[in-house]
Protein backbone atom coordinates (compact mmCIF):
# COMPACT_ATOMS: atom_id res chain seq x y z
CA UNK A 1 0.00 0.00 0.00
CA UNK A 2 1.22 3.21 -1.00
CA UNK A 3 1.11 6.13 1.42
CA UNK A 4 2.08 9.69 1.10
CA UNK A 5 2.84 11.73 4.31
CA UNK A 6 2.37 15.86 3.96
CA UNK A 7 2.53 18.27 6.90
CA UNK A 8 -0.56 19.45 8.90
CA UNK A 9 -1.39 22.82 7.62
CA UNK A 10 -4.18 24.98 6.29
CA UNK A 11 -3.85 23.46 2.64
CA UNK A 12 -4.77 19.95 4.66
CA UNK A 13 -6.70 20.80 7.11
CA UNK A 14 -9.81 19.41 5.41
CA UNK A 15 -8.50 15.80 4.75
CA UNK A 16 -7.48 16.49 8.58
CA UNK A 17 -10.64 17.38 9.51
CA UNK A 18 -12.53 14.68 7.56
CA UNK A 19 -10.62 11.82 9.34
CA UNK A 20 -11.20 12.73 12.91
CA UNK A 21 -15.15 13.08 11.93
CA UNK A 22 -15.04 9.67 10.39
CA UNK A 23 -13.50 8.50 13.45
CA UNK A 24 -16.16 10.27 15.93
CA UNK A 25 -13.92 13.21 17.09
CA UNK A 26 -10.97 10.55 17.89
CA UNK A 27 -11.69 9.28 21.57
CA UNK A 28 -14.96 10.92 21.74
CA UNK A 29 -14.14 14.43 20.92
CA UNK A 30 -10.05 15.01 21.45
CA UNK A 31 -9.31 16.41 18.24
CA UNK A 32 -5.93 15.96 18.72
CA UNK A 33 -5.83 18.54 21.63
CA UNK A 34 -4.70 16.34 24.69
CA UNK A 35 -1.18 17.39 24.65
CA UNK A 36 -1.78 21.23 23.78
CA UNK A 37 -2.50 24.30 26.50
CA UNK A 38 -6.30 24.12 25.35
CA UNK A 39 -6.51 20.42 26.64
CA UNK A 40 -8.89 21.22 29.46
CA UNK A 41 -11.54 22.79 26.66
CA UNK A 42 -14.00 20.73 26.10
CA UNK A 43 -16.82 20.24 23.69
CA UNK A 44 -17.06 21.21 20.35
CA UNK A 45 -14.79 24.47 20.32
CA UNK A 46 -12.20 22.13 20.37
CA UNK A 47 -12.74 21.53 16.94
CA UNK A 48 -12.28 25.15 16.63
CA UNK A 49 -9.16 25.35 18.42
CA UNK A 50 -7.44 22.77 16.39
CA UNK A 51 -8.39 24.65 13.68
CA UNK A 52 -7.45 27.90 14.73
CA UNK A 53 -3.83 26.46 16.03
CA UNK A 54 -3.11 24.59 12.20
CA UNK A 55 -3.60 27.73 10.23
CA UNK A 56 -1.58 29.81 12.25
CA UNK A 57 1.45 27.34 12.77
CA UNK A 58 0.83 26.60 16.72
CA UNK A 59 0.31 23.09 15.18
CA UNK A 60 2.31 20.13 13.94
CA UNK A 61 1.84 16.78 12.69
CA UNK A 62 3.14 14.23 9.57
CA UNK A 63 -0.26 13.08 8.31
CA UNK A 64 -0.36 10.27 6.17
CA UNK A 65 -2.63 9.66 2.97
CA UNK A 66 -3.73 6.72 0.95
CA UNK A 67 -3.24 6.21 -2.94
CA UNK A 68 -6.51 7.52 -3.13
CA UNK A 69 -5.27 10.91 -1.49
CA UNK A 70 -7.64 10.21 1.96
CA UNK A 71 -6.09 10.92 5.41
CA UNK A 72 -5.81 7.34 7.59
CA UNK A 73 -3.33 8.68 10.05
CA UNK A 74 -1.04 11.21 11.68
CA UNK A 75 2.18 11.37 14.11
CA UNK A 76 1.49 14.98 16.45
CA UNK A 77 4.85 16.70 16.72
CA UNK A 78 6.47 19.92 18.13
CA UNK A 79 7.92 22.00 20.55
CA UNK A 80 7.62 21.77 24.43
CA UNK A 81 6.04 25.20 24.50
CA UNK A 82 3.16 23.88 21.78
CA UNK A 83 2.31 20.56 23.45
CA UNK A 84 2.99 21.07 26.82
CA UNK A 85 1.05 17.97 28.20
CA UNK A 86 3.18 15.03 29.10
CA UNK A 87 2.27 10.94 29.63
CA UNK A 88 3.09 10.63 33.50
CA UNK A 89 3.84 13.71 34.34
CA UNK A 90 4.23 13.36 37.59
CA UNK A 91 7.05 10.57 37.93
CA UNK A 92 8.43 12.50 34.52
CA UNK A 93 8.81 15.53 36.57
CA UNK A 94 10.72 13.82 39.40
CA UNK A 95 14.09 13.86 37.43
CA UNK A 96 13.52 15.58 34.40
CA UNK A 97 15.68 14.82 31.15
CA UNK A 98 17.37 17.44 29.07
CA UNK A 99 14.45 19.95 27.63
CA UNK A 100 14.24 18.81 24.34
CA UNK A 101 13.51 20.63 20.84
CA UNK A 102 10.55 18.94 19.69
CA UNK A 103 7.85 16.40 21.58
CA UNK A 104 6.40 13.44 19.85
CA UNK A 105 3.09 12.97 21.61
CA UNK A 106 0.56 10.98 20.03
CA UNK A 107 -0.17 8.69 16.83
CA UNK A 108 -3.69 8.11 15.26
CA UNK A 109 -4.59 5.72 12.62
CA UNK A 110 -8.10 4.87 11.54
CA UNK A 111 -9.48 1.92 12.52
CA UNK A 112 -10.22 0.42 9.33
CA UNK A 113 -6.54 0.55 8.34
CA UNK A 114 -4.37 -0.31 11.28
CA UNK A 115 -1.51 -3.01 10.66
CA UNK A 116 -0.76 -1.32 7.22
CA UNK A 117 2.26 0.31 8.28
CA UNK A 118 0.32 3.97 8.90
CA UNK A 119 2.07 4.61 12.28
CA UNK A 120 5.77 3.75 11.25
CA UNK A 121 4.89 5.91 8.11
CA UNK A 122 3.78 8.96 10.30
CA UNK A 123 6.84 8.51 12.48
CA UNK A 124 9.18 8.63 9.13
CA UNK A 125 7.30 11.96 8.22
CA UNK A 126 7.42 13.76 11.41
CA UNK A 127 10.91 13.19 11.71
CA UNK A 128 12.06 14.35 8.12
CA UNK A 129 9.81 17.55 8.88
CA UNK A 130 11.77 17.91 12.26
CA UNK A 131 14.93 17.38 10.34
CA UNK A 132 13.71 20.32 7.49
CA UNK A 133 12.79 22.67 10.41
CA UNK A 134 16.44 22.34 11.78
CA UNK A 135 16.66 19.07 13.71
CA UNK A 136 17.43 18.78 17.33
CA UNK A 137 16.90 16.32 20.20
CA UNK A 138 13.27 14.85 19.94
CA UNK A 139 11.32 13.51 23.12
CA UNK A 140 8.84 10.77 23.42
CA UNK A 141 7.06 9.12 25.89
CA UNK A 142 5.74 5.49 24.65
CA UNK A 143 5.35 2.07 26.05
CA UNK A 144 6.93 -1.02 25.62
CA UNK A 145 4.35 -4.02 24.45
CA UNK A 146 7.09 -6.64 23.73
CA UNK A 147 6.35 -9.92 25.88
CA UNK A 148 2.30 -8.42 27.08
CA UNK A 149 -0.99 -8.33 25.59
CA UNK A 150 -1.83 -3.93 25.00
CA UNK A 151 -5.03 -3.10 23.85
CA UNK A 152 -4.84 -0.53 20.49
CA UNK A 153 -6.48 1.73 22.10
CA UNK A 154 -3.80 2.66 25.04
CA UNK A 155 -1.03 3.00 22.60
CA UNK A 156 -1.86 6.20 21.55
CA UNK A 157 1.67 6.99 21.86
CA UNK A 158 2.81 4.63 19.90
CA UNK A 159 5.65 1.58 21.05
CA UNK A 160 8.77 1.94 22.30
CA UNK A 161 9.53 -0.77 19.77
CA UNK A 162 8.60 1.26 16.93
CA UNK A 163 10.55 4.55 18.53
CA UNK A 164 13.77 1.91 18.53
CA UNK A 165 13.42 1.01 14.94
CA UNK A 166 14.06 4.71 13.92
CA UNK A 167 17.05 4.94 16.43
CA UNK A 168 15.55 6.26 19.49
CA UNK A 169 17.27 5.14 22.67
CA UNK A 170 15.56 4.62 26.07
CA UNK A 171 15.84 7.11 29.28
CA UNK A 172 14.32 6.62 31.90
CA UNK A 173 10.94 4.53 33.14
CA UNK A 174 8.04 6.50 34.06
CA UNK A 175 5.14 4.13 34.11
CA UNK A 176 4.30 0.39 34.39
CA UNK A 177 5.43 -0.04 30.54
CA UNK A 178 6.47 3.23 29.72
CA UNK A 179 9.44 5.19 28.76
CA UNK A 180 11.23 8.42 27.91
CA UNK A 181 12.80 7.93 24.23
CA UNK A 182 14.91 10.19 22.86
CA UNK A 183 17.42 11.05 19.99
CA UNK A 184 19.45 13.43 18.17
CA UNK A 185 17.65 14.36 14.46
CA UNK A 186 20.28 15.88 12.26
CA UNK A 187 19.30 19.23 10.20
CA UNK A 188 18.65 18.77 6.18
CA UNK A 189 17.47 20.99 4.12
CA UNK A 190 13.64 21.60 3.32
CA UNK A 191 12.59 19.75 -0.02
CA UNK A 192 9.92 21.33 -2.38
CA UNK A 193 6.70 19.68 -2.52
CA UNK A 194 6.12 19.02 1.27
CA UNK A 195 5.51 15.47 1.19
CA UNK A 196 7.11 12.35 0.59
CA UNK A 197 5.99 8.39 -0.38
CA UNK A 198 6.44 5.34 1.29
CA UNK A 199 5.19 1.90 0.29
CA UNK A 200 4.55 -0.59 2.52
CA UNK A 201 6.45 -3.82 2.73
Not at 159 to 167: A, D, H, P, S
Request: proline share 6%; net charge positive; with cysteine.
Amino acid sequence: MAHTVRPLEASTWAAFAELVERNNGVFGGCWCLGFHPERARRGPVRRTIKEDRVRTGGAHAALVLDEDGVAQGWCQYGSPGELPGIKHRRAYEKDAPPRPDWRITCFFVDKKHRGHGIARAALAGALDLIARAGGGLVEAVSEVTAGRDAPARFLFTATVELFEEFGFARGRQVGGHAWIMSRVVGPRPPEDGGERGFEQA
